[in-house]
């Protein structure tokens, strides 16, 4: 088996149009297309990482605190919709 940290590659189609995009994104960069797109699916797979952490956060302090009701809630968003008003 590879090293865990060894390169691998991922072959995605794309269309013409978003292959220029990210060649010309690339070119912008001085980088390679394959360099773009790996950086790309980087950046992509962090955010869900994170997403997916605060997402469990919220599901964690429900069970463990209770949730709201949807009434607590209306109220709460219309106390800072007339707060934003007031100025």
């Known amino acids: 088996n590879p090293p865990m940290n060894a390169p691998v590659s991922i072959n ?4 013409h149009a978003t292959l220029a995009i990210v060649e010309e994104l690339a070119r912008s960069r ?3 297309g394959e360099e773009f797109a790996a950086d790309a699916i980087r950046k992509v797979a962090e955010h869900d990482i994170e997403l997916r952490a605060f997402i469990q956060e919220g599901i964690d302090s429900i069970e463990r605190d209770g949730g709201i009701s ?3 809630m209306e ?12 100025g």
């Not at 995605?12 to 269309?15: F, K, Q, R, V």
């Open 12 to 15: 995605a189609p794309l269309d």
């Open 30 to 32: 001085g980088i390679t």
């Open 70 to 72: 949807q009434e607590d």
């Open 75 to 86: 109220a709460w968003f219309e106390e800072r919709v007339a707060a934003r008003k007031r």
